[in-house]
């Protein structure tokens, strides 16, 4: 099946500071969604980008869909974003997300 | 609108014991999805149900089972608990492939 791995797995950055979140999947795509988990672990819908650009407020989002990877951009970071940042992707016909393993992120004030 | 919701929201059970649990989803939405998520395996899909029928599963043992109800609400039952099913459930549901919307998760605790 297909294959996503995020990187890095792990970021600390002061508040302030911008981030950028990678994922890389290992065949096409018809979905691509991102995701950050709080800390009392719901799932929260960022972006739904299986190929081109977006952006809301303070984050934005690009996916090359063919070179096989998206971006997440995190601008002007604060403590609030700190949480887990999942990329899912679907392939094929199966209505199923695949997830990567997450990036754990980490603003300190 | 009402979010996905999710009952119980933790639960502590011993082995061999069974479990449901249970995922109201967005009105509208005939899409309802279960992931279960682990330390170790990351978020994995369990099953997805749609219009009452089971469309697609994922890669878990027969003891995982589900259903959906004529009002798109969604049960999941595990059965002959293991210590390894120990986890956080999370349900999702969508209407067609964009828009996912997760519940805060059932966080299982078996003993």
């Known amino acids: 099946g297909i294959q996503v791995e995020q990187s890095p797995p792990d970021l600390i950055l002061q508040e302030g500071a911008n981030s950028t979140l990678r994922c890389n999947f290992s065949d096409s795509v018809n979905n691509l969604q991102w995701f950050h988990q709080n800390p009392w672990g719901q799932l929260i819908n960022l972006f739904y980008i299986p190929s081109g650009t977006k952006q809301n407020g303070r984050l934005s989002a690009t996916t090359v869909a063919t070179e096989r990877y998206s971006l997440l951009y995190i601008s002007s970071s604060q403590t609030t974003d700190s949480g887990v940042y999942f990329c899912a992707v679907m392939s094929g016909g199966a209505q199923k997300l695949v997830f990567g393993q997450g990036t754990r992120l980490t603003i300190n004030p | 609108k009402a979010g996905v919701t999710q009952t119980p929201r933790y639960l502590i059970k011993t082995r061999g014991q069974q479990v449901t649990l249970s995922c109201s989803p967005i009105?509208?939405?005939?899409?309802v999805s279960w992931y279960q998520q682990t330390p170790g395996q990351g978020l994995q899909f369990l099953f997805e149900y749609f219009s009452e029928t089971q469309r697609n599963k994922g890669n878990f043992p027969g003891r995982f089972s589900g259903r959906q109800f004529s009002n798109s609400r969604s049960e999941m039952n595990v059965s002959t608990l293991e210590l390894g099913d120990s986890a956080l459930y999370l349900c999702?549901?969508?209407?067609?492939?964009?828009?996912?919307?997760f519940g805060s998760g059932t966080r299982l605790t078996v003993v």
């Open positions: 009105s509208g939405h005939r899409s």
């Open positions: 999702a549901s969508s209407q067609g492939i964009r828009g996912y919307t």
